[in-house]
């Protein structure tokens, strides 16, 4: 081989270094977009199986964000010391079936990387925002509290948190809960929502986003034949992928790549004619 040659090689052995990396790196963004848990306080680091995970999270066990012990914990209490009987009557049943759903999907989803955004609060450091839930949930839901009560629309930011000795989880002396807002007055999720629309966006501030769409996450499924979810997550990460690949030259899409071997061979066949 002549100089020439083994420089042409080697800027071959260069670029197709540059191709798999750039494979290695959208790979790796397309698994944190589908399996991905975010960084907050009860969270694991990655999802994975559980042994039951109690009652209405168990959809997730076969690939969760959430811990038994903090599913367990969502049905008796709130990870959060949330008081969801905030206007002093006890909230409904049925309604209170829906809010412990939403949390399941809250600390056992393993499906809403593609809408995770940072967040610097004390309990954490990430969180979901306008995931796509499906309209018919967000309906049930409001319905099933239309008639309970409430003192104001934005719960993440609202209420007033104060410190408390009454009824902290875990066996805590102390704990901090939320209370309604000074001025604020308790009436009905009807009266306060107006819709289910403006009550599914709201009430978490922004964390759903009311979705008529055929491509929208469940919260209620039956985990026995596999997560709904999984598909239309797919959906959104590749979407993100590749219109990153537009805008950013350094990650294309996986399809998109050539596969590195053949297309080196290939040229160093004609090089060598
Ligand atoms: C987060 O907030 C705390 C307290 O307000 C502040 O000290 C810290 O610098 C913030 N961190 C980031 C990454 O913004
Ligand atoms: C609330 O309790 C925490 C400890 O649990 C304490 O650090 C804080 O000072 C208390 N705040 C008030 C206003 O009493
Ligand atoms: C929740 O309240 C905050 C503070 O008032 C506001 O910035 C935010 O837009 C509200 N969220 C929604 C979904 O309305
Ligand atoms: C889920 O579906 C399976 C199989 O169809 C059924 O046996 C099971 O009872 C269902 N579970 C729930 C909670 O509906």
């Not at 949390?103 to 995931?131: A, D, I, L, T």
């Not at 598909?231 to 990153?244: C, K, L």
Request: hydrophobic fraction near 30%; glycine fraction near 2%; include cysteine.
């Amino acid at each position: 081989m002549c100089q020439y040659d083994v420089r042409r090689l080697f800027r071959m052995r260069l670029y197709v270094t540059i191709i798999m990396m750039v494979m290695m790196v959208s790979a790796q963004d397309l698994d944190d977009l589908l399996n991905t848990c975010i960084d907050s306080k009860h969270h694991k680091l990655k999802p994975g199986p559980e042994s039951t995970l109690f009652e209405q999270c168990m959809p997730w066990k076969e690939r969760s964000c959430c811990t038994d012990e903090v599913a367990e914990i969502i049905h008796t209490s709130s990870p959060y010391n949330f008081n969801f009987d905030h206007c002093n009557q006890k909230m409904s049943d049925k309604c209170r079936r829906h809010f412990m759903q939403d949390h399941c999907f809250y600390e056992c989803s393993p499906n809403v990387g593609p809408w995770v955004v940072k967040e610097n609060r004390s309990w954490r450091k990430e969180r979901f925002y306008q995931v796509p839930l499906c309209w018919n949930d967000c309906q049930d839901w409001f319905n099933d509290c239309s008639t309970d009560l409430t003192c104001t629309d934005n719960w993440s930011i609202n209420f007033n948190w104060k410190n408390t000795t009454v009824g902290c989880h875990g066996g805590a002396k102390t704990c901090r809960k939320n209370y309604c807002p000074s001025q604020s007055t308790c009436l009905t999720f009807k009266q306060i929502y107006k819709t289910a629309e403006n009550f599914c966006e709201k009430v978490w501030d922004g964390s759903w986003k009311y979705s008529t769409d055929k491509m929208c996450l469940q919260l209620w499924f039956n985990g026995s034949t596999g997560n709904p979810n999984d598909v239309v997550t797919q959906h959104y990460a590749q979407q993100i992928i590749s219109t990153a690949s537009v805008t950013t030259p350094h990650s294309p899409p996986i399809i998109m790549v050539p596969n590195p071997v053949y297309f080196s061979e290939k040229k160093l066949q004609n090089q060598d004619l």
